[in-house]
């Protein structure tokens, strides 16, 4: 009788161990199946990024080969200008010639007298170009360099960029906040200020590039924040009014609190030197406005529709 | 196998493995008498007997597969009549007490009176004490009726030996006999009893009738036969066998489930961490196809803009004649100057500028200095530019002084001083004066073209202009526009040391525009002549008097 007690006792506990092992499994056969699933959603989203990316990397190489044989025929043309170049002469013409289109002005002054290198795009103004004497191709090159550093940066920004919480804990359609957190790049920065420079003398030569500092430092300020080379919460916001009208800004605020600039940004349904959009196009941001420099961030439309 | 005829043990070996019923029936046959004599014995009543024997064949059918080898079965048969017997004795007795409790209460008619117990209970008792192989010696003597040879092949000894052991077991069941009450009792005495107790005969169709019900009692029982000779043979282990027995059984199930569900949970983990490592990579994946889209519309822009400079290009040189415009302004690294185009002119500040003390690592700093001053002296810059002479120079400052002693004289002439401070000033409660020079705005203009025309004679109307739009803010303030608008200079004392200083301008629409404004401890010399006599009386008139 005793064995059948202890055998029974065995068994139940058996059993109740099997039992608990079998739903343990079941369980981690489960999430294995969710697991499993998730991984080949996750693979197959995987595959579609890398294709995107790979169609990208194609499109990319075609229109770099297309891009360097338009700067062979810019060069071309360049050169071709170049050997129509007239050498400046003072001697007979005197600084202010009275039956001339220019004046003579000695380079010493260049770096002082202060001139805009670059319009918000990027391009170089015409007082850059005729100050210096910018060639097309080296026009080109000037405007490809601030790109690519533009680029850089932003792409850096956009890797350091965190997401800040929205502020408002229950979504309010008339009160909407982007905000990121941005480090100040302060490592990083100078690495991309020399490729920079490295750039643009290779370009235009080394003294106009001296040149071209001072003014680029302008440029440089209007994507790095105004609140220099610090951590910053850039904050694009917009409010509702009770009237309908719709107000939109973009907001510094210094990580520490210690500052905060904020500025209106404006939106048009036309971009610059173009003719005027159709009714249904979006309004957007444009060259010039604050918010243009963020882009990338914050992308270039309202966040509440405009009236 | 006994002359020709098989042991109990072949037979219940063959009816254990096969099932077969013609051995259950000839150990049914062979131990009847054994089984039903010792039933009645202890119960005394032959139908209740003949139950008994057929629960303990229904019994040795079950458990024909665990009776170990070497077993006597006569010896198990009798065993487990007696058990059987007593066990049934007890519910009789249990019954029968019920029964006697209901005839008292008169629900239940009365039975007759049970029979008195007979003596060979005493035997049967004394056989369970006695060692096996005795036992089975009296058992295959006596019950089975073997001669000394058979007994002897059965027990493996001599014949003389099997005598002789039966002679000893006779001797040593009269021991417990008389142990047992039985004053009497002798080995011979033993032996007749055994033979008296072996003469009882089961009726002569129960054989028949056991053998069918026990066969089919096992057959039920069949689907759990399995489970009846494992729980049979559990029993005949000790409590630690069977413990180990049933661990090792139990363990099997439990084993393959626990590899079951630690295989399925390391590949849980596995796969947690292939997928952890799928999203980083997934991730990257993204932002890389993002990167690598931004950095296509990059291209593309710059492509259409490349191509855009490109075909200006081309348009240029194709569309000028030997020397295109544009040629004209191409930088030439050796030369000493630039050419500019003089549409550029009033865009650039040709005031040049003076560079601040900077810290290391901030960006340079430097101030913007006036292209032309309010006493006529013209910037380095603007001097090269125009190509100024030193004469030119000389008559141009000469010009702008002879101008301003004008205008101040104007002014001087016109000015008056007032209390009546713009609220803009925020001087209420304060000792405040303005000194107000109203606009000229005739007066002022023929001062400017006077000026201007003499500019225009001196340097021709081309760099004049310039001259005139580079001195712009110097004729603003200095200047007071020549008079165009009316200039409010207004001072406050705002308590010992401190003083306020404001400079506007109103216009012909009375709008006020702050041209700066100063306080604290200024000096004297900051406001204009007009005033100072005053404010100099409200730093007296604030300090202490000497005692």
Request: aromatic share 6%; proline share 6%.
């Amino acid at each position: 009788m005793t064995q059948i007690v202890i055998a029974c006792l065995v068994f139940v506990a058996a059993l109740a161990a099997t039992l608990h092992h079998r739903q343990t499994a079941r369980i981690a056969a489960t999430e294995l199946s969710r697991l499993q699933a998730e991984h080949a959603s996750a693979n197959s989203a995987l595959a579609a990024f890398q294709a995107r990316t790979a169609t990208s990397a194609k499109r990319q190489a075609e229109l770099s080969l297309d891009l360097s044989a338009a700067s062979a025929e810019l060069k071309a043309a360049s050169e071709a200008a170049l050997r129509a170049r007239t050498e400046p002469d003072l001697a007979t013409e005197g600084a202010w010639p009275t039956n001339k289109p220019y004046f003579y002005l000695p380079k010493r002054f260049l770096s002082q007298i202060g001139f805009t290198a670059l319009t918000p795009d990027g391009t170089p103004t015409p007082e850059a170009i005729a100050l210096l004497g910018l060639t097309p191709s080296e026009r080109d090159d000037l405007r490809n360099a601030w790109a690519d550093f533009r680029f850089d940066l932003q792409e850096l920004q956009i890797q350091s960029a965190e997401r800040m919480p929205d502020t408002n804990s229950v979504p309010d359609p008339n009160r909407r906040a982007i905000q990121f957190k941005l480090s100040s790049l302060t490592n990083q920065l100078p690495r991309l200020r020399e490729q920079l420079d490295a750039r643009l003398t290779e370009a235009v030569g080394s003294t106009r590039a001296q040149i071209l500092r001072s003014p680029l430092e302008n440029r440089i300020e209007d994507l790095t924040t105004p609140l220099g080379e610090r951590d910053c919460i850039v904050g694009y916001h917009a409010e509702r009014a009770v009237d309908g009208g719709v107000q939109h800004y973009l907001r510094f605020e210094a990580a520490d609190g210690s500052s905060m600039h904020q500025y209106a940004i404006g939106f048009t349904r036309t971009i610059t030197g173009e003719v005027p959009a159709a009714d249904n196009e979006p309004y957007r941001t444009s060259v010039g406005d604050p918010l243009w420099h963020y882009r990338h961030l914050f992308g270039d439309q309202p966040l509440i529709p405009l009236p | 196998m006994q002359d020709g005829h098989p042991t109990d043990e072949q037979l219940l070996q063959t009816y254990a493995t096969r099932r077969d019923e013609a051995a259950f029936a000839l150990l049914v046959q062979r131990h009847l008498n054994l089984v039903f004599g010792t039933a009645l014995r202890i119960l005394g009543d032959r139908t209740t007997a003949e139950e008994v024997t057929q629960n303990v064949f229904i019994s040795l059918a079950r458990k024909a597969a665990s009776i170990r080898p070497g077993t006597g079965l006569a010896g198990w048969l009798h065993r487990a009549a007696i058990l059987e017997a007593r066990l049934r004795q007890r519910t009789d007795l249990r019954r029968l007490s019920r029964e006697d409790h209901a005839a008292q209460l008169g629900t239940t008619m009365p039975t007759p009176e049970p029979p008195d117990p007979l003596p060979f209970e005493i035997l049967d008792d004394a056989l369970l004490e006695l060692p096996e192989k005795d036992r089975r010696t009296l058992f295959l003597r006596y019950f089975e009726n073997r001669p000394f040879r058979e007994i002897a092949n059965a027990l493996g000894i001599g014949e003389d030996a099997a005598q002789k052991r039966t002679s000893r077991a006779l001797d040593a069941l009269a021991g417990i006999l008389r142990r047992r009450g039985a004053a009497t009792a002798t080995g011979a005495l033993a032996a007749k009893t055994l033979e008296a107790a072996a003469l009882t005969a089961a009726p002569a169709q129960l054989a028949t009738s056991i053998t069918s019900v026990a066969l089919a009692a096992a057959g039920t029982a069949a689907s759990s036969s399995a489970l009846a000779i494992l729980v049979a043979k559990l029993m005949a282990l000790t409590n630690t066998q069977t413990a180990a027995v049933c661990v090792l059984l139990a363990a099997a199930p439990v084993g393959y489930q626990w590899h079951a569900a630690s295989t399925l949970q390391q590949a849980v983990a596995e796969s947690a961490r292939e997928l952890a490592s799928t999203t980083n990579t997934l991730a990257r994946a993204e932002a890389d196809a993002a990167a690598a889209s931004r950095r296509l519309d990059a291209t593309s822009t710059r492509l259409a803009e490349t191509r855009a400079l490109l075909r200006r290009a081309t348009d240029q040189i194709s569309t000028a004649a030997s020397t295109p415009e544009a040629s004209l302004y191409l930088w030439s690294e050796n030369a000493s100057h630039v050419r500019v185009p003089k549409w550029l002119a009033p865009a650039l500040r040709l005031s040049g500028s003076l560079p601040l003390p900077t810290s290391p690592g901030f960006k340079p700093q430097s101030q913007a200095l006036e292209a032309v001053d309010a006493t006529g002296s013209i910037s380095e810059p603007l001097t090269e530019a125009l190509g100024i002479t030193p004469g030119e120079a000389s008559a141009i400052r000469e010009a702008f002084a002879r101008t301003a002693a004008v205008l101040q004289q104007q002014v001087h002439s016109a000015a008056y001083l007032t209390n009546q401070i713009p609220a803009q000033f925020r001087a209420e409660g304060k000792p405040a004066v303005a000194l107000v020079t109203p606009a000229l705005p005739d007066r002022g203009n023929a001062i400017r073209d006077d000026l201007r025309q003499t500019l225009n004679q001196l340097l021709g109307t081309e760099r004049a202009n310039l001259v005139w739009q580079q001195a712009e803010s110097t004729f603003e303030h200095g200047f007071n526009q020549f008079g165009g608008v009316e200039r409010i200079e207004a001072a406050a004392f705002n308590g010992p040391g401190s003083l306020s200083l404001w400079n506007a301008a109103r216009d012909p629409d009375g709008k006020l525009t702050s041209w700066g404004n100063s306080g604290g401890n200024l000096s004297i010399d900051t406001f204009p002549v007009r005033l100072r006599p005053i404010v100099a009386g409200w730093l007296t008139n604030s300090q202490p008097q000497r005692p």
